[in-house]
């Protein structure tokens, strides 16, 4: 059975940031991630952590907040120095969480230029940080329309062609569902690529039980498979984040 983190960015939002840990560990999960990190100091979001006896999984580069703005620049033509300085930021809280990956968001672009502007910022990050572990997602663009990486093919074949071995791919069930209109086909296609899992219902982004995809089913394949990452829960509970998480315990 997969490991199961929890996003605290969605989960848990009863609570204040630095109180979910505890409530997450409570609950059954053994990690956390958090979308942007970045307005709370390092050294708490370490502490809550460790107390709670829980191990950081994820962060994404910034913008530093969820509310609105940007969803990254790592494609975005002209603006390779802005990324290289919020991967840079990124890199320092990672490291100071032990956070096992970070994941490169592409924001809003498109055409051969973006691409070749993904590649070379990806590669140039691949390079600066050999030692972490680094992620890229399609996202789908019902979601957030305009994202660059919204293709899986696409995502794998850029992951080939740039050939680092600290890039992977970040597969989000819920993405894939609405992208392909059949996850399982997808997690086929790229499973050799994919070093972190977000699990969601599709469709309404809630609770990942009933819907489209049939979740007990996922995760024996991924036992199957021999995946060993991790598995995080970012969805947004339709009540209570504690009342929906029957999936988790019958998991």
């Known amino acids: 059975m997969p490991r ?9 939002t009863e609570l204040p940031m630095l109180d979910r840990f505890a409530a997450a560990a409570e609950a059954g999960f053994e990690g956390v991630e958090i979308l942007f990190p970045y307005d709370i100091p390092a050294r708490d979001l370490s502490r809550a952590a460790i107390s709670a006896g829980l191990e950081m999984v994820l ?16 494609a975005q033509p002209g603006l390779e120095d802005r990324f290289r300085r919020d991967f840079d930021r990124a890199l320092r809280f990672a490291q100071a969480l032990r956070a096992r990956h970070i994941h490169i968001m592409a924001g809003v672009a498109e055409g051969e230029a973006a691409q070749r502007t993904f590649i070379g910022n990806l590669t140039w990050a691949a390079e600066r940080a050999p030692h972490a572990s680094l992620t890229i997602e399609p996202i789908n663009r019902t979601d957030m329309p305009g994202y660059f990486l919204s293709d899986f093919d696409l ?37 050799a690529h994919v070093r972190h899992v977000q699990i969601a219902g599709c469709p309404g982004r809630h609770e990942p039980a009933g819907g489209q995809i049939d979740y007990p089913a996922f995760f024996a394949q991924l036992d199957a498979d021999g995946y060993r990452g991790w598995v995080s829960a970012e969805y947004n509970p339709e009540r209570h984040t504690e009342t929906g998480l029957g999936w988790l315990r019958g998991a």
């Open 4 to 12: 199961f983190a929890a996003n605290l960015t969605l989960l848990f």
């Open 59 to 74: 962060i994404n580069t910034p913008p530093p907040n969820w509310a609105g703005g940007p969803r990254g620049f790592a």
């Open 155 to 191: 995502a794998a074949e850029i992951i080939g062609q740039i050939g680092a071995a600290n890039l992977g791919l970040q597969f989000d069930a819920y993405h894939a569902q609405m992208i392909t209109g059949d996850m399982p086909a997808a997690w086929r296609r790229v499973a």
